[in-house]
């Protein structure tokens, strides 16, 4: 089958720390407040009056300051006072040499194709762009679909870029035991679903009206999150937009009750894998080593790149237990 890719228009959220209409009544309390001090003496009968819009005031402005940020100004510190938790995990180098070695035909042909493909990339766009990195990472994905989407498996993909699947009004996290407390909003990168290939998911998926409810509720447990950042020559490492990926793993946790969530930040060169595990309203997320590709490497053999397109795969449609092992 082929894969099915929706585009929407990227937009970011504008960050906000304190509700719009709550600021509007801070204000006219505000207004209302000069206008009662303008006229006032200072009696103890005034000044009551004077205590009581003070009052009211800080409680709304109490109510109204809560941190609301987006998914891409999480940082390591927000995450401590969330208490979110950072371990690692290693692929054992024999199971991931037997699950490279493990694909089928029609995946050897599409990766072959995909190597081509990527060589020409970097033959003929400029790399230190964001777009030119996205091209490499989508063009793995789409790879990943077409191999994912067997005739004889009744399973097909969607790969939904820039899919938001935020509230309106932003998800909340709490440490449950400090009780510092975050409002995140925003949209993630791409949202990798496999699901039935029957008619009412299609047409659920396909339709105009198709929600972001739709896809995560057909989704069921086949889906994964991956971060997109655009390769730099600056010298900043891609493990340091960690906490931005990790933020919308949690939100996407809490969004839809699940207590795993796998997902994986790549610039289309390099790729960290991740998993996030919630448990009694804590979480930890376990990182993998990075896996690279380079033009000089790709020129020489597919084995890298054939390493990136299984290990997707399994984060796709996990299968290998014992593919690795937690630190």
Not at 264 to 278: D, E, H, K
Request: aromatic residues 8%; glycine residues 4%.
């Amino acid at each position: 089958m082929t894969p099915t890719v929706y585009r929407k228009r990227k937009y970011r959220l504008q960050d906000s720390t304190v509700d719009s209409a709550q600021m509007k009544m801070s204000l006219q309390r505000l207004h209302l407040l000069k206008e009662k001090l303008d006229g006032i003496e200072e009696t103890e009968e005034g000044m009551g009056t004077v205590m009581e819009h003070v009052s009211a005031l800080e409680d709304i402005l109490t109510r109204a300051k809560k941190p609301r940020i987006n998914f891409s100004m999480m940082t390591k510190v927000e995450l401590q006072k969330l208490g979110v938790v950072r371990k690692r995990f290693n692929f054992i180098p024999e199971k991931l040499t037997e699950l490279t070695a493990r694909l089928t035909s029609k995946a050897q042909t599409e990766t072959s194709l995909l190597r081509s493909r990527i060589l020409e990339i970097y033959e003929h766009v400029n790399m230190d762009s964001e777009p030119g990195s996205r091209m490499i990472l989508e063009a793995i994905l789409l790879t990943l679909a077409k191999i994912a989407s067997e005739p004889d498996s009744k399973l097909d993909v969607a790969i939904f870029p820039e899919m938001n699947f935020v509230p309106t009004g932003g998800v909340q996290l709490v440490n449950p035991l400090s009780g510092y407390e975050l409002w995140l909003s925003g949209s993630v990168d791409y949202a990798v679903i496999r699901y039935k290939n029957i008619k009412s998911n299609k047409a659920r998926l396909l339709a105009l009206g198709g929600s972001r409810d739709d896809a995560l509720e057909i989704a069921q447990d086949r889906l994964f999150l991956v971060e997109a950042k655009r390769m730099s020559k600056e010298g900043s490492s891609l493990a340091s937009s960690i906490p931005e990926a990790v933020s919308r793993a949690i939100a996407l946790a809490k969004v839809t009750s699940r207590d795993e969530v796998r997902f994986c930040l790549s610039n289309g060169q390099t790729w960290i894998f991740c998993i996030l595990r919630a448990k009694e309203g804590r979480w930890t997320y376990y990182e993998s080593a990075p896996y690279d590709l380079d033009k000089v490497t790709m020129g020489l053999t597919d084995e890298p790149l054939r390493k990136i397109i299984q290990l997707t795969f399994e984060w796709l449609a996990p299968i290998t237990t014992d593919l690795y092992e937690f630190e």
